[in-house]
């Protein structure tokens, strides 16, 4: 045996090797907008192994043509997602806007179709301004005032008006604006609103008057008509100071005859039920017999007013229904070949054709359309997916697990094929919001994870997720907010009893309030993680109510609590990771961006920061072209490729 000298010696050159060797191995230069701290050079050969799991290009459907039988859709050929047009079903996608940031919500001038209005922010900072697009000439005309938040335009039946809200006026309240696109000029102010939930629904037929939802919170919203000549306001759905509980109003629009509201409502249910509200007499009637266990989370009236599709969210995975709107009688619908989730509905001028989105585990979002009369359905558009064949991607597993307060909690596993033996890493993938749930949709570059590194992924639906019922929604509000972190201790506690699953090499994730998630279960739970991503999330619930965007304050704080309040203030600090990071073992990636309007880039900065005073690996990765979440493809590339880098480094060995 060499003496101990010699012994370490010998290590000491191995190891001297192998940092010269990974120093000589190439690697991903890191672009002028991006900043790395604590994050190593990322090795080309990652980026080439990984590279087919970024190409895949999903498509949504934006609008109809309203005199020819062709789709506007939003997909990406570069960079960003832009404005493109499909002809007929499977045609060629021809761009139609060209702009570094991405571009959303376009939708036609009702009428002739000349012209487009579209929504663009700019750096990922969510300010959306207004654009006309004239198809004739390809010019571009801001609309709106270049500074402030504007929402979606929403189009009068004759097309001469959109209504949309705006905040230039406080910054903080949406108030309404009603405009003829042609002629920015008229633009003009309707109704001053307080608070920044009001979303314009629908136009009445007549166009006398504009329906609006205000949303005080997730479990709290009302709806309004504005006459559009006056401003003045009227409440459709007065607060009741006897109900047992407060009622939400969700998606709504003018029956055809302007004499009543097709509209979404938990109210007297759990769960959000198709319902009919006449005007005249303001009696809501429930469309559907009895007690429903799922939400209705989207509606689609025809523009003739004959149709009315529908969706409902049954355990996340979507069902399409249609009915006549005289009889409300429900006619047959598209079968899908797979469950998945449906989006985006839009009927077609003549109100034969829905056309709506489709994604599942094993195709991104495409453009479907489904004829009433002939009950065909047409696919418009077909995803690419970097080549890779999607038929042998993951199909999820529905599980659930009870948490501390025996309730069951449910979410999707999705398990590496059968090549990989032994028990797999897992990786918990914690969504954001909180009020929003994971859905089996198309998981694109986390099925690299999966597919080529092994791992298993489960995304949970914790307390305080969307689509389970009202009472659900509300269980993480205020000082319940440790609550869902103890349903990842259960989730954790069920993993350790799966055969297939190795406890030992967890690495939790999320994205937003998933981000804040994460980082609250590396404070909580830290012997019972690996290693940890958060992306864009919360470190302290009192500094982020501070600093969040104003338009936006007042709605998160019915969820969070209310920081100006010195009893809540206290119990937020205490629940705060960056005041607990001492107690942070798994090393930590964070990702933000530095535009982002809902989580401000201090949340990040100030969680580095005191990692770093701690003996915690910690690496930052901020884009100052982004906001929240990384939108354009370089760079979700290059978060994608150090995220690898991260898990071989801490997860996979």
């Known amino acids: 045996m060499p003496p101990l000298n010699a012994r370490f010696f010998v290590s000491l050159l191995a190891a001297l090797a192998a940092v010269a060797a990974r120093a000589a191995e190439p690697a991903l230069p890191v672009a002028e907008n991006l900043f790395v701290d604590g994050v190593p050079p990322v090795p080309v050969a990652i980026a080439e192994a990984a590279a087919p799991y970024t190409d895949a290009r999903p498509a949504t459907l934006s609008d109809w043509h309203p005199t020819r039988r062709e789709a506007l859709i939003n997909t990406r050929f570069g960079n960003t997602n832009q404005v493109h047009l499909v002809k007929s079903p499977g045609g060629a996608r021809t761009q139609m806007t060209f702009f570094a940031d991405p571009v959303s919500n376009a939708s036609y001038e009702p009428a002739k179709g000349d012209f487009l209005v579209f929504s663009k922010g700019s750096g990922g900072n969510e300010f959306f301004q207004l654009y006309r697009l004239d198809l004739a000439t390809g010019k571009v005309t801001l609309l709106t005032d270049g500074k402030s938040r504007n929402s979606p335009a929403r189009w009068s039946p004759s097309g001469k008006f959109i209504a949309y809200h705006s905040t230039r006026r406080t910054k903080a309240d949406t108030d309404l604006y009603v405009m003829n696109p042609l002629d920015p000029k008229t633009d003009r102010l309707l109704a001053e609103n307080q608070g920044g939930g009001w979303v314009v629904e629908d136009w009445s037929p007549d166009e006398r008057k504009v329906l609006v939802v205000e949303e005080i919170s997730i479990n709290e919203s009302y709806l309004w008509l504005f006459d559009v000549a006056s401003g003045e306001r009227t409440a459709l759905t007065p607060a009741d100071p006897n109900a047992k509980s407060k009622v939400?109003?969700?998606?709504?629009?003018?029956?055809?005859?302007?004499?009543?509201?097709?509209?979404?409502?938990?109210?007297?249910?759990?769960?959000q039920r198709l319902a009919y509200l006449d005007l005249a007499t303001k009696k809501l009637t429930m469309l559907g017999a009895g007690e429903v266990k799922w939400d209705v989370d989207g509606i689609a009236l025809s523009k003739d007013g004959r149709f009315l599709a529908f969706t409902t969210?049954?355990?996340?995975?979507?069902?399409?229904?249609?009915?006549?709107?005289?009889?409300?009688?429900?006619?047959?619908?598209?079968?899908?070949?797979?469950?998945?989730?449906?989006?985006?509905?839009?009927?077609?001028?003549?109100?034969?054709?829905?056309?709506?989105?489709?994604?599942?585990?094993?195709?991104?979002?495409?453009?479907?359309?489904?004829?009433?009369?002939?009950?065909?359905?047409?696919?418009w558009t077909e995803a690419e997916t970097g080549g890779l064949n999607a038929k042998a991607f993951p199909e999820p597993e529905l599980i659930r697990w009870p948490t501390f307060d025996q309730r069951d909690i449910s979410g999707f596993?999705?398990?590496?094929?059968?090549?990989?033996?032994?028990?797999?890493?897992?990786?918990?993938?914690?969504?954001?919001?909180?009020?929003?749930?994971?859905?089996?949709?198309?998981?694109?570059?986390?099925?690299?994870?999966?597919?080529?590194?092994?791992?298993?992924?489960?995304?949970?639906?914790?307390?305080?997720?969307?689509?389970?019922?009202?009472?659900?929604?509300?269980?993480?509000?205020?000082?319940?907010?440790?609550?869902?972190?103890?349903?990842?201790?259960?989730?954790?506690?069920?993993?350790?009893?799966?055969?297939?699953?190795?406890?030992?090499?967890?690495?939790?994730?999320?994205?937003?309030?998933?981000?804040?998630?994460?980082?609250?279960?590396?404070?909580?739970?830290?012997?019972r993680i690996r290693c940890a991503v958060s992306v864009v999330g919360i470190s302290n619930l009192v500094t982020f109510l501070k600093n969040t965007e104003s338009y936006r304050r007042d709605l998160r704080r019915v969820e969070y609590g209310d920081e100006r309040n010195p009893e809540?203030?206290?119990?937020?600090?205490?629940?705060?990771?960056?005041?607990?990071?001492?107690?942070?073992?798994?090393?930590?990636?964070?990702?933000q961006g530095r535009n982002d309007p809902r989580v401000p880039y201090t949340e990040a900065e100030q969680m580095v920061n005191t990692l770093k005073s701690t003996s915690t690996p910690v690496w930052y990765l901020l884009a100052k072209d982004e906001g929240h979440g990384f939108q354009k493809k370089a760079n979700a590339d290059f978060q994608f490729f150090s995220t690898i880098l991260f898990m071989h480094r801490y997860l996979l060995n």
Request: aromatic share 12%.
């Open 568 to 591: 809540m203030a206290e119990f937020l600090e205490r629940i705060a990771p960056m005041n607990l990071a001492e107690k942070i073992r798994a090393p930590m990636f964070i990702v």
């Open 313 to 379: 969210n049954e355990d996340g995975v979507s069902a399409l229904r249609i009915i006549e709107t005289k009889t409300f009688r429900e006619i047959p619908g598209p079968k899908f070949p797979s469950y998945g989730v449906v989006s985006g509905m839009h009927w077609t001028a003549d109100g034969r054709e829905l056309g709506f989105n489709f994604t599942s585990a094993r195709s991104p979002n495409d453009v479907y359309s489904f004829n009433v009369t002939s009950q065909t359905m047409e696919r």
């Open 413 to 527: 596993l999705y398990l590496p094929p059968e090549r990989f033996r032994g028990k797999r890493p897992v990786i918990i993938n914690i969504h954001g919001g909180p009020e929003a749930q994971f859905r089996p949709g198309f998981l694109a570059r986390t099925n690299y994870s999966i597919n080529e590194l092994g791992c298993a992924v489960i995304f949970p639906n914790v307390r305080g997720s969307s689509g389970y019922g009202k009472t659900f929604l509300t269980l993480d509000n205020g000082k319940l907010r440790e609550d869902s972190y103890k349903d990842i201790a259960a989730l954790l506690d069920w993993i350790k009893a799966q055969p297939q699953l190795d406890a030992s090499r967890v690495m939790v994730t999320g994205g937003s309030y998933g981000g804040h998630m994460t980082l609250a279960v590396a404070t909580f739970y830290p012997e």
């Open 248 to 271: 939400a109003y969700g998606a709504a629009r003018f029956a055809k005859d302007g004499r009543g509201v097709f509209v979404t409502t938990d109210k007297d249910s759990e769960c």
